[in-house]
Each structure stands twice: as C-alpha cells, then as structure tokens.
C-alpha cells in the first residue's frame, strides 16, 4: 500500500533530520548490551521533566525495577538451556521520561538498522567515505509503561513491523488489531478492568455513580470503557463525567469536587487517574469537609498502593480498588537485593538510584561533594540499609520478556531444525513472523499463571480486588475482599466502610418507590424517577404502571393488589331498619284493629254508610303498604324480589283505585242531582268494586309482564356506593328494579286523579260527604311524598345512601298509610266503639238528593 511507504519514507526523513540533532544526548538516555538477538526495552526511568526540560526525577520502582526485571529475565533466559540454547538475548534500553513526544523519538533508534541512509555526498577530511557502524537490529520491543506512550510507538514500530509486547498498557484502543497490529500486552486491556469496576458497582447495589479521569489515553479510554459497557449492560447510569487536566491550575481539583456535588446522591465515584491526580481529588474532598460522603472504586493506578492516600486515610477509607492479580517474585528479590555499585555496572542509571535509594552522594572527579549530603561508600545493601518492596509490574516485565523469548524459541525450532545459534532462516528475524508466534504462546508464567495473547494481542483478565480499611485508625491498610476472572466473587461480609459501618451505602439516583407507588422515569436518565401515588381505585400494577381495580373490587391499603369490595345489606338490627319495621307493625296493628272493628259492626249504619266493600279493599291496601316495609328490609332473594315487584305498586294501586272510585262516585252522584232524579251508572257496590278491580288489574298485569320480561333477580351494585376515598366503597346486595319508576307511573296517575276529585266534590252536603276526608287524606299524601323526593335523590352521594333511602321511602310509604287511615277510618271507629249511641239509623231525608244517596247507601 502507498500509505505505509509515505510513512516510512516520513519516519526516514525525520530520523535523518534528527540523527545528529540527538545522537550525542541519547547516549545518556540509552544502554545497550550485546547478544545474538536483540530486544528493545522501553521504560520510565525518569518522571516527566519541568517544562522546558524532557525529563525528571528518577522513578525508583516503576523505572529502576521494571528495568532491572527485564535484565533478570534476559539473565535467566540466557542461562537457560531449555529456551534458546546456544542464543544470547541481549538488549537496547532507552528511557522514556513518562512522555510520549520524547518516547517516540527515543523510540527511532529502534528502526536505525531497517533504515536505507544515503551517505554518498558525505566524506571524510581525508576525502575517504565515512565507515559507519550498522546498528544492531531490534527483532522486538519490550514495552512502554505508560498507554499513551505505547500508542505513540506503536504507530512507528508497526510501519517497520517490529513486535512490541507490553508489561502496563491498558488502554482499550491497543485492542484494535486493525491499527495496532503489532502490539500485544501480558496485561489485560482497562475493558476488562471497567467490566470488573461495573461488576463491582452492580454488587453493591448502586445504580448512579460519576467518572473521574486524568486527561490521557490510560484515564480517557478506561472511562470512555466503563460508560460503553455501563450502557450495553443497563442498570447504572452516569451522574457526572469529569476529566483532569493535564496541567490543572490552582483550585482545579476544588472545582471538581464542587461539580461531583451537584449530584450528591451519586456517592459512588469510578476514578482513572494518576496517583498524583488521585492524592489531589482526596485533599480536596478533604478540604470541602466531605469526608466518607465519596465511595471511590479506583482502578489499577491506584491498586494497593500507599502513596496516593499517605494522610489521607480517613477520605480514602472504603475506597474499592482493583489491580492484575500478581506474585511477588521471590527470584527478582534476591537478584535486586544483591546489586550494587560493583557488580551492576551495565545499568547506567543504577548510580542515580543508589545515591537517591541511600540519600548519600557519589564522588565523581572534578565535582565537589556537597557537605549537606553524605558520601556514598559502596557498602551499602539494598533491604538492609534502605526500604524495599518488589514493583507490582516485576512479574509482567518477565513475562513480557519470556513471552518473546519463547516466541523466538519456538521459530528457531521450526526455522532452524538441529542448528546450534541463529542459522540464516532467522538472519534477520521476520517480523510480522514472530509477532504470529509470539501470539502463539502459551506457558506458565513467573507467578505460575498462564501467559497467552487473544487475536487482539490482550492478556486475560484476572484482578484482585482491594478496599482500603481502618480496622482502628493506628493500623490502616488495604485487604484483599475478591477476584474477577471473568466473573465477580466479591465478599460483601469482609467491606467495611466511613467508621466501621459494614453496611453497604446507597449511591442511587431515586430510593425505591413506597409499595403502592410508580415510577415516572426522567427523560433521558433510565436510573432517575419520581414515585407518584397509584390514587383512587387504582393498584401497582408493576413498578412503572396503575392499574383500575375491576368494579367489583378496590386497592388494598398498600395499592399493590385489588381485594374484593365487601357487600352488605340493610340488617335488621340497624336504625335504619328499626325504625320503619316499628312504624310498619304499629301501622299493620291499627289496621288490624279497624278492620276487626269493621266486620264486627259490619251492619251498623256508619260501616253500611262508609261503603264496606270498597272499604275492606281500601283497608287491604294499606295493609299491604306496611307489609312491604318488611319485605324492603329483608335480605334480597328471589322470592324477596319477586314480591317486591308485586307488593310494592299494588298495595298502593289498591288504597288509590279504591278512593277514586269512592270520589268518582260521590261527584257524579251529586253532579248528576243536580240537573234530574234519575240515579248515574255503576253506582252500586258490585259496579265500584269492578271499576275499582279494573283500575288493580292495569297495575298487576304490567308487574307480570315485568316477570316475563326481566324475571326477579338479586345484583350487586358497585357503583352506587363508589366514593373517592375506596376503603369506603360497598357493593350493595339488592333487588334488580331497575324499571320500578315506569311501575309507578300508572300510581301516581291514580293518586293524582283522586285529588282532583276530592277537590271537585268538596261541595258537597257535610252530612254525607266522604270526600273532604279523602281530599285531607291525598292532599297530606302529596304532602308526605314532596318532602319523600328531595331526600331520596339529595342523599345520592351519600355513604349510607342505600340505608337512608330505604328507610326514607318505607317511612314514607307508612305515613302515606297512616293518613289514609287515620283520615278515613279512625274516626269512624272512634264513634263506634266509644260513642255507639250515634251509630244509629237516622231518619230519611226529605230533600231528593239525600233520599237518593241514603238509598244508593244502603
């Protein structure tokens, strides 16, 4: 392709522009020992320099150590006769000062030998050519540390196709095979790591959390994983997403930690950064009096590490922490512990980190010793006259070490069958060659785990997981609570957090809402809600919806179910069945009481005049208006029903046809005496009492034709009693009547027609006028009814509506009874049982009119 042969031919114009810009610099930057094959190595010796200035302070553990572990295995290879015999592994090691512009042109001298350099216009002062050394060839790179620093790389060694085989990087972005298809790491990539941290934060129980990374390829790509991931897997959500600068100003980090608070329920803070950002972040939570309100999960930068919170045990307390599972290698101790000024001479930074490791200074020729300092005198041990404690990287810089080197073996196995050192087939090493056997290997490593690449060059995950704790504030430190390989095991008995509390604080967005309750989700944040009350008849119907309970049921208290609205009924012992039934059985005595006294003085002129027949029917109706009393009591049946229908319209139909036929007889009477002798029509008893049974039979055969039509049934009404509150709600066991209005219609035709003639014969003779006590009777029956309307439809909404209703209209009925009877027949028993003196024939008229009327009487 023309793309890599642009690059390459960039990458040749640069280092020709460069080569004697650096070369002299670079030999304080560079070690090289010599071997049949060459690896390159890169590491941060130094930390990144002030600015102006390429590098820093010297890196005691992750520059010195991971160095010296890349030596211990190239020792160990070498004197190995199992891997590579008769081949000598030896080195170019360049230190990176942990930036990624000064790695890369480090990183050139790597590719010095692949390079074609055109020295044909260059001479000598004696005109001679110049002799220019070849380079020894780098077959692969040992390295970085730093991710952004490996990308950097990365991109140049792939153009020459260089193998590059880290020990630190985990970036996700190295995954890609497709631009990074020469780089492999015995680490797993930060997407494992972000998938431990999101495993970590499900197994709490949180569900809102904010990120916090240093700005960079390591912080930006592990967050950047953690949200994708976050998002695919659902259930957390991302309160905040806030990135440290590079080079953060004053009050910076005070900054941060106001913007984490603005979202003070989500407690739980995924941290990617450096250590230097991370001991910043603590010292201002700690300065804005937010101690134990932040719950960290750090990742591998942070790990067991005591630096980052020495001082600040009390903020960082129950922070989470994750870090590749590794071993201490007790071969790399021993190794360490025994260099020195004299047998470690090929590490040219091993003077630096023993004057810095024993704070004493080394005298060098024509520079004077500081008296402030001691000297050094060569004596010293490491471990003994000075702290020691194995880099957590040592073991992945052997391993990265061991896995080219095995690579290497196995090529020479299948290059150069039988042949002692490196025969022509490996003369040069084919990269693109051994990157596919280095992505072949498979062995035990230093710790006795498995070393092996994927397709994408990415080491499995397997992670021991941390938490800071202060069992007593004199003795803090980090404990191993679980693992991730794969999956989380994680030991929620062992957590302890802020004071010693071992239960799991909340780090959610919304608590969950109360039983009977909905969420209503808020746009745009899955984890974020507010409860709303599943009100009026509804139920939880799940954890976002309300439900209508059915009509015939209502929520329990807690809204979470329906249960079965209670039916009830109008029970005997309740006033409102006591007082009517009272009435009722007065009203049912009194009639029983006329009508004994009326069969027993049945030939008496006042029972004879009182028209008897018509009279014992009349009497019959108001018997049956208080019996109905009882059946509008008792519990709703069929036969209950049944009877009902009947009873209810006719005992009334038979009181109101009997006295409009009394009052349509006495007016025609009178009217028709007035113009001549001669007596009206249907006058006599048997022809009243069939208009009458006439006017009864309309009544009773619209009642059939309702049986026919509707047969009686009990219902049970839900909605009559339905008020807003539904503990309050009753289904109401009754009677199916729904058409009794249309019933009664025919009834109060009756009542009405009775009154209009009951005023049309007031006129007449006192002596025998019957009809000014009907006229009385319906006009207090019109009365009684008036007041019955506004208190039978006013009590609609009522809670006792079925109770105030009934009784209302059996109270009504029985008054309407009671007039009737009191108006019409309590004075003719009064005079017959307590004046009988006056229940005497009288002698006959002698005016027509009374003749004619005493006549039809008798």
Same mark, same amino acid.
Not at 102 to 122: C, G, M, N, P, R
Not at 364 to 379: A, M, Q, S, V, Y
Not at 546 to 575: F, G, H, Q, Y
Not at 734 to 763: E, F, N, Q, W
């Given at each position: 392709?023309?793309? *890599?042969?642009?690059?390459?031919?960039?990458?040749?114009?640069?280092?020709?522009? &460069?080569?004697?810009?650096?070369?002299?610099?670079?030999?304080?930057?560079?070690?090289?020992?010599?071997?049949?094959?060459?690896?390159?190595?890169?590491?941060?010796?130094?930390?990144?320099?002030?600015? @102006?200035?390429?590098?820093?302070?010297?890196?005691?553990?992750? $520059?010195?150590?991971?160095?010296?572990?890349?030596?211990?295995?190239?020792?160990?290879?070498?004197?190995?006769?199992?891997?590579?015999?008769?081949?000598?592994?030896?080195?170019?090691?360049?230190?990176?000062? %942990?930036?990624?512009?000064?790695?890369?042109?480090?990183?050139?001298?790597?590719?010095?030998?692949?390079?074609?350099?055109?020295?044909?216009?260059?001479?000598?002062?004696?005109?001679?050519?110049?002799?220019?050394?070849?380079?020894?060839?780098?077959?692969?790179?040992?390295?970085?540390?730093?991710?952004?620093?490996?990308?950097?790389?990365?991109?140049?060694?792939?153009?020459?196709?260089?193998?590059?085989?880290?020990?630190?990087?985990?970036?996700?972005?190295?995954?890609?095979?497709?631009?990074?298809?020469?780089?492999?790491?015995?680490?797993?990539?930060?997407?494992?790591?972000?998938?431990?941290?999101?495993?970590?934060?499900?197994?709490?129980?949180?569900?809102?959390?904010?990120?916090?990374?240093?700005?960079?390829?390591?912080?930006?790509?592990?967050?950047?994983?953690?949200?994708?991931?976050?998002?695919?897997?659902?259930?957390?959500?991302?309160?905040?997403?806030?990135?440290?600068?590079?080079?953060?100003?004053?009050?910076?980090?005070?900054?941060?930690?106001?913007?984490?608070?603005?979202?003070?329920?989500?407690?739980?803070?995924?941290?990617?950064?450096?250590?230097?950002?991370?001991?910043?972040?603590?010292?201002?939570?700690?300065?804005?009096?937010?101690? +134990?309100?932040?719950?960290?999960? @750090?990742?591998?930068?942070?790990?067991?590490?005591?630096?980052?919170?020495?001082?600040?045990?009390?903020?960082?307390?129950?922070?989470?922490?994750?870090?590749?599972?590794?071993? %201490?290698?007790?071969?790399?101790?021993?190794?360490?512990? %025994?260099?020195?000024?004299?047998?470690?001479?090929?590490?040219?930074?091993?003077?630096?980190?023993?004057?810095?490791?024993?704070?004493?200074?080394?005298?060098?020729?024509?520079?004077?010793?500081?008296?402030?300092?001691?000297?050094?005198? +060569?004596?010293?041990?490491?471990?003994?006259?000075?702290?020691?404690?194995?880099?957590?990287?040592?073991?992945?810089?052997?391993?990265?070490?061991?896995?080219?080197?095995?690579?290497?073996?196995?090529?020479?196995?299948?290059?150069?069958?039988?042949?002692?050192?490196?025969?022509?087939?490996?003369?040069?090493?084919?990269?693109?060659?051994?990157?596919?056997?280095?992505?072949?290997?498979?062995?035990?490593?230093?710790?006795?785990?498995?070393?092996?690449?994927?397709?994408?060059?990415?080491?499995?995950?397997?992670?021991?997981?941390?938490?800071?704790?202060?069992?007593?504030?004199?003795? *803090?430190?980090?404990?191993?609570? $679980?693992?991730?390989?794969?999956?989380?095991?994680?030991?929620?008995?062992?957590?302890?957090?802020?004071? $010693?509390?071992?239960?799991?604080?909340?780090?959610?967005?919304?608590?969950?809402?109360?039983?009977?309750?909905?969420?209503?989700?808020?746009?745009?944040?899955?984890?974020?809600?507010?409860?709303? &009350?599943?009100?009026?008849?509804?139920?939880?119907?799940?954890?976002?919806?309300?439900?209508?309970?059915?009509?015939?049921?209502?929520?329990? *208290?807690?809204?979470?179910?329906?249960?079965?609205?209670?039916?009830?009924?109008?029970?005997?012992?309740?006033?409102?069945? /006591?007082?009517?039934?009272? &009435?009722?059985?007065?009203?049912?005595?009194?009639?029983?009481?006329?009508?004994?006294?009326?069969?027993?003085?049945?030939?008496?002129?006042?029972?004879?005049?009182?028209?008897?027949?018509?009279?014992?029917?009349?009497?019959?109706?108001?018997?049956?208006?208080?019996?109905?009393?009882?059946?509008?009591?008792?519990?709703?049946?069929?036969?209950?029903?049944?009877?009902?229908? &009947?009873? /209810?319209?006719?005992?009334?139909?038979?009181?109101?046809?009997?006295?409009?036929?009394?009052?349509?007889?006495?007016?025609?009477?009178?009217?028709?005496?007035?113009r001549s002798v001669t007596p009206p029509k249907f006058i006599s008893p048997t022809s009243q009492l069939a208009i009458t049974f006439i006017l009864i039979s309309v009544q009773v055969l619209g009642v059939f034709v309702w049986f026919a039509v509707i047969p009686p049934h009990t219902t049970i009404d839900y909605e009559e009693l339905r008020p807003p509150n539904p503990d309050l709600a009753r289904g109401i066991l009754k009677c199916d009547m729904s058409d009794l209005i249309d019933l009664l219609l025919p009834?109060?035709?009756?009542?009405?027609?009775?009154?209009?003639?009951?005023?049309?014969?007031?006129?007449?003779?006192?002596?025998?006028?019957?009809?000014?006590?009907?006229?009385?009777?319906?006009?207090?029956?019109?009365?009684?009814?008036?007041?019955?309307?506004?208190?039978?439809?006013?009590?609609?909404?009522?809670?006792?509506?079925?109770?105030?209703?009934? $009784?209302?209209?059996?109270? %009504?009925?029985?008054?309407?009874?009671?007039?009737?009877?009191?108006?019409?027949?309590?004075?003719?028993?009064?005079?017959?049982?307590?004046?009988?003196?006056?229940?005497?024939?009288?002698?006959?008229?002698?005016?027509?009119?009374?003749?004619?009327?005493?006549?039809?009487?008798?």
């Amino acid at each position: 392709c023309a793309a *890599p042969h642009e690059a390459r031919e960039r990458a040749v114009f640069l280092y020709i522009l &460069l080569s004697f810009h650096w070369l002299t610099e670079l030999r304080s930057h560079l070690r090289f020992i010599p071997g049949d094959i060459t690896l390159g190595g890169l590491f941060p010796i130094h930390a990144r320099g002030p600015h @102006g200035l390429p590098c820093g302070e010297l890196k005691k553990e992750k $520059g010195i150590h991971r160095m010296e572990a890349m030596l211990y295995a190239l020792d160990q290879i070498n004197s190995d006769p199992e891997v590579l015999p008769n081949i000598t592994l030896g080195a170019r090691i360049l230190d990176t000062c %942990s930036r990624d512009t000064y790695a890369l042109e480090q990183s050139l001298t790597f590719v010095q030998a692949l390079i074609q350099k055109d020295t044909s216009d260059i001479r000598c002062s004696n005109g001679e050519p110049p002799i220019i050394r070849k380079p020894e060839r780098v077959v692969g790179v040992i390295g970085a540390s730093a991710s952004s620093v490996s990308i950097m790389v990365a991109n140049i060694l792939r153009l020459f196709e260089i193998p590059q085989v880290s020990y630190a990087s985990t970036a996700p972005e190295l995954s890609d095979n497709n631009r990074y298809d020469f780089f492999s790491r015995v680490v797993p990539p930060d997407s494992y790591q972000a998938q431990t941290m999101l495993d970590i934060v499900k197994a709490l129980g949180w569900n809102y959390v904010s990120t916090l990374a240093s700005e960079g390829n390591y912080g930006e790509s592990g967050v950047d994983a953690f949200m994708q991931i976050s998002r695919e897997a659902g259930g957390v959500c991302i309160a905040q997403s806030v990135k440290i600068p590079r080079e953060p100003t004053d009050g910076e980090f005070d900054k941060i930690i106001r913007r984490l608070m603005e979202t003070s329920n989500a407690r739980g803070v995924i941290i990617f950064a450096n250590e230097d950002d991370i001991r910043c972040v603590l010292e201002a939570a700690k300065r804005a009096n937010l101690t +134990g309100h932040f719950l960290f999960v @750090g990742s591998d930068s942070w790990g067991a590490k005591s630096s980052p919170i020495t001082e600040l045990e009390d903020v960082a307390e129950g922070a989470v922490t994750i870090l590749q599972k590794r071993a %201490s290698i007790d071969g790399f101790d021993q190794y360490f512990m %025994s260099r020195s000024l004299e047998n470690n001479r090929r590490n040219i930074w091993f003077a630096e980190f023993w004057e810095d490791d024993f704070r004493c200074k080394l005298t060098r020729p024509g520079i004077k010793l500081d008296p402030d300092k001691k000297k050094c005198t +060569g004596e010293e041990r490491i471990g003994r006259d000075s702290s020691y404690e194995q880099e957590g990287k040592v073991q992945f810089v052997i391993d990265a070490v061991y896995a080219v080197a095995h690579a290497l073996h196995s090529m020479h196995q299948d290059l150069c069958p039988g042949s002692s050192g490196v025969c022509g087939n490996m003369d040069p090493v084919e990269g693109r060659s051994l990157l596919n056997y280095i992505r072949s290997v498979n062995f035990n490593g230093s710790a006795g785990t498995s070393v092996l690449f994927n397709e994408n060059g990415d080491a499995p995950g397997r992670y021991d997981i941390f938490q800071f704790q202060m069992t007593n504030h004199s003795h *803090p430190g980090y404990r191993v609570i $679980g693992q991730w390989t794969n999956n989380l095991r994680l030991n929620l008995d062992e957590m302890q957090w802020s004071g $010693g509390d071992r239960s799991v604080p909340e780090s959610i967005c919304s608590f969950p809402c109360r039983p009977g309750e909905r969420k209503k989700m808020v746009k745009g944040v899955p984890c974020c809600w507010h409860c709303e &009350l599943c009100d009026g008849y509804q139920y939880q119907l799940d954890e976002f919806t309300c439900e209508t309970c059915p009509s015939d049921m209502r929520p329990v *208290p807690n809204r979470t179910a329906c249960r079965p609205t209670p039916i009830i009924k109008l029970e005997w012992n309740s006033p409102w069945a /006591l007082v009517p039934a009272s &009435l009722a059985m007065l009203g049912i005595l009194a009639t029983s009481a006329v009508v004994i006294t009326f069969i027993r003085f049945n030939d008496t002129p006042i029972v004879r005049a009182s028209g008897r027949e018509l009279s014992y029917v009349l009497l019959t109706g108001i018997f049956l208006i208080y019996l109905i009393t009882f059946l509008m009591i008792a519990e709703p049946g069929v036969v209950v029903c049944a009877f009902r229908r &009947l009873l /209810l319209g006719l005992g009334m139909a038979i009181t109101y046809s009997a006295m409009l036929t009394k009052t349509n007889r006495i007016y025609r009477i009178f009217e028709q005496g007035k113009r001549s002798v001669t007596p009206p029509k249907f006058i006599s008893p048997t022809s009243q009492l069939a208009i009458t049974f006439i006017l009864i039979s309309v009544q009773v055969l619209g009642v059939f034709v309702w049986f026919a039509v509707i047969p009686p049934h009990t219902t049970i009404d839900y909605e009559e009693l339905r008020p807003p509150n539904p503990d309050l709600a009753r289904g109401i066991l009754k009677c199916d009547m729904s058409d009794l209005i249309d019933l009664l219609l025919p009834i109060c035709h009756l009542s009405v027609t009775c009154t209009v003639y009951a005023v049309k014969s007031r006129g007449v003779p006192e002596t025998f006028n019957e009809a000014k006590p009907i006229g009385f009777t319906m006009y207090t029956t019109c009365i009684v009814w008036l007041a019955f309307v506004p208190i039978f439809f006013g009590t609609a909404q009522s809670t006792e509506k079925m109770f105030i209703q009934t $009784g209302t209209l059996t109270v %009504s009925m029985s008054l309407s009874a009671s007039v009737s009877l009191g108006m019409l027949y309590m004075p003719k028993v009064y005079v017959i049982i307590f004046h009988p003196e006056q229940n005497v024939q009288k002698r006959k008229r002698s005016f027509k009119v009374s003749t004619q009327l005493y006549c039809v009487t008798c």
